[in-house]
């Protein structure tokens, strides 16, 4: 069944929702508005006011209020409007969400999943464009997942839903009008599992989110100058499948990674640091990163297009690993 990713989340949450009486949603505009991105059309009317709840402009005050209900055995789905708006419950979800289950000894859980779009849209300005995924990747207690298609947006979303832990659930703006297969019935999948989504031979390029599409894209006009491109999307980026990762650059020997956050520090970082450490030696040279600008996102569409990692850098660094874009010579195993 052909859907778009906006529909597949829906079809996760409404599916939760029938199995679970547990689960609910909270956020602004979630009900009679249907959602900022109409992600939860047709909520309200099946499940009542009681469990689609509209919410004040308080991110802070809702959050805090879902991470209540979830110590108390509830399993809340918060939608942000956007990421950009959680920095304000940053102190609800870094100070609370993720703590509560280490510093109560285990005796509470947090079953909340924290959602909403991330990275940037078509010239939403520096305050609304943000990829914040690599910050609450570096808090201890949260898991971390960004799905790049309909499928694993529906599955990963219902795993989610099911953990008994705070999960961060980030959709790229851009992806909700993207189409994609989505098997019917109940399905999930496994967090923390990697996938390789095209076989290759010459280079691993590792990318999420939205930027998977980019690098599929590539990969195709790099096929047809005789480059094969292998790609791995992690999918959930924390608890990060390293071990897919470095399978995938044993094979290949060489590695291009691809996200739109920004460089210093980024996610990008800590995944050429593990493969540093557990694949080294089958490396025929350096890892090299394609990132978004680090700079405030401009608002110009010129400027903003130069911020955001596109298929033309994103071909050049794939040249530029296998040398000018020559074939490249065979790496030792």
């Not at 956007?82 to 109560?104: E, H, P, W």
């Amino acid at each position: 069944m052909m859907i778009s990713y906006r529909d597949a989340l829906n079809q996760a949450m409404r599916e939760e929702m029938r199995r679970d009486d547990r689960v609910f949603l909270i956020g602004e505009e979630v009900g009679h508005y249907q959602g900022a991105f109409k992600v939860s059309k047709g909520f309200v009317e099946e499940f009542g006011p009681q469990r689609v709840l509209d919410t004040p402009i308080t991110e802070a005050g809702f959050t805090g209020l879902a991470i209540g209900a979830a110590m108390a055995g509830l399993h809340p789905i918060v939608e942000l409007m956007t990421f950009n708006f959680g920095i304000l419950a940053l102190d609800q979800i870094v100070n609370n969400a993720a703590k509560i289950r280490y510093m109560s000894g285990g005796q509470l859980s947090v079953p909340i999943v924290i959602r909403g779009p991330g990275s940037a849209a078509h010239q939403l300005g520096a305050q609304h464009s943000q990829s914040l995924e690599a910050w609450f990747c570096h808090v201890p207690g949260l898991k971390v997942m960004a799905p790049a298609t309909p499928y694993d947006a529906k599955g990963l979303l219902k795993s989610a839903i099911r953990d008994p832990n705070p999960i961060i659930f980030i959709e790229a703006q851009l992806l909700y009008g993207t189409k994609g297969e989505v098997g019917e019935g109940d399905y999930t999948i496994p967090i923390g599992k990697a996938e390789v989504k095209r076989q290759g031979q010459d280079v691993t390029i590792v990318a999420y989110s939205k930027m998977l599409l980019v690098a599929l894209e590539a990969a195709e006009d790099l096929a047809r100058e005789g480059i094969d491109v292998e790609i791995v999307d992690p999918r959930t980026l924390k608890p990060l499948d390293v071990e897919a990762v470095v399978a995938s650059v044993k094979k290949t020997g060489r590695l291009v990674i691809v996200e739109e956050g920004w460089r210093f520090a980024g996610l990008g970082a800590q995944i050429a640091d593990s493969v540093y450490e557990r694949a080294f030696d089958y490396l025929d040279g350096p890892i090299v990163r394609v990132t978004g600008a680090d700079v405030p996102m401009p608002y110009t569409r010129s400027l903003e297009d130069a911020a955001i990692p596109d298929r033309v850098r994103v071909m050049a660094a794939v040249r530029q690993i296998l040398g000018k874009g020559q074939r490249p010579i065979p790496h030792h195993k």
